[in-house]
């Protein structure tokens, strides 16, 4: 059973505040939120990709490192929580929230855990402290290195759509095993990774995936044809550098202040170094 008040006070010893913004420290690095707009294929706003954002001595630092190192980590499951806990904080601050909310979850997180009823309920009530409970999360499965298929199928024990929790599969190829994946896992959206837009047999693959009457999303635009030919072929939601860079959450000007903007955080990031960073080429792991 998970116990929630020692999930709390870890995540306390972890998250502060500096500029009115979120972060956490992780191995010591200051980790931050940027969120990456989805859109319908008619051009509204859907939701956001939240977004890790890790700072060293004020600069901007590698994500990849980033990630590398924690998936390399024993307490991988505890930092992925602890990420999530972040952009659930830094996602209420803005004022301009949307009806998605993505967020990336390792395999190790989910198979990790004994009691997933407890979690997801720690999840809702925690939504509806932060003022969010409106906001439909949805869990976007990473696979690395997955050692067991059969372990995924703990994912249909969610019952998702009763609780504004859903699920998606991230990238989506024309690859057996993906397959096999989709249906063990039966995602509500799906992810198509950016290379099979330079497959020949694209719409073709777009097609069969609407078979599975789920919702599709093509990930990595970076063109107007690209966007052309993604909406051409049936795909139901965009997302990429055409569609909408990734924005830190220090960037973001219209937002709330923080209930509690009390903590300190030591070796976070500056606010003159902030406004000068280009986060728009960094991995949107």
Known sequence: MIKELDLRHAFSKMLCVSNNVHFARIFDLSVTSAFQPILHKNGTLLGYEALIR??????????????????????????????????????????????????????????????????????????????????????????????????????????????????????????????????????????????????????????????????????????AEQKEMAINAGVDLLQGYYIGYPTLIEQIKNKKRPKDNQARCFNSPKNEQLSSIQVDHQSSS
């Open 54 to 223: 890790p700072f060293q001595n004020g600069e901007l630092a590698s994500t990849d490192v980033f990630l590398n190192q924690m998936r390399s980590s024993a307490n991988i499951a505890f930092v992925d929580r602890l990420i999530r806990a972040l952009h659930l904080r830094n996602f209420s601050l803005l004022n301009e929230q949307s009806q998605y909310l993505f967020l990336n979850y390792e395999y190790e997180s989910i198979t990790d855990l004994h009691d997933i009823e407890a979690y997801k309920n720690l999840l809702i009530n925690r939504k509806k402290e932060l003022g969010i409970d409106d906001t439909k999360v949805v869990i976007e499965v990473l696979e690395h290195d997955v050692s067991s298929e059969r372990n995924l199928k703990i994912m249909s024990n969610w019952h998702r759509q009763h609780h504004g929790i859903l699920v998606a599969m991230d990238d989506m190829t024309d690859r057996r095993e993906d397959w096999l994946r989709l249906t063990s896992i039966q995602p509500e959206i799906v992810k198509i990774d950016i290379s099979m837009l330079q497959s020949p047999n694209y719409q073709r693959f777009v097609h069969r995936l609407k078979q599975f009457n789920l919702q599709i999303l093509q990930e990595g635009i970076e063109t």
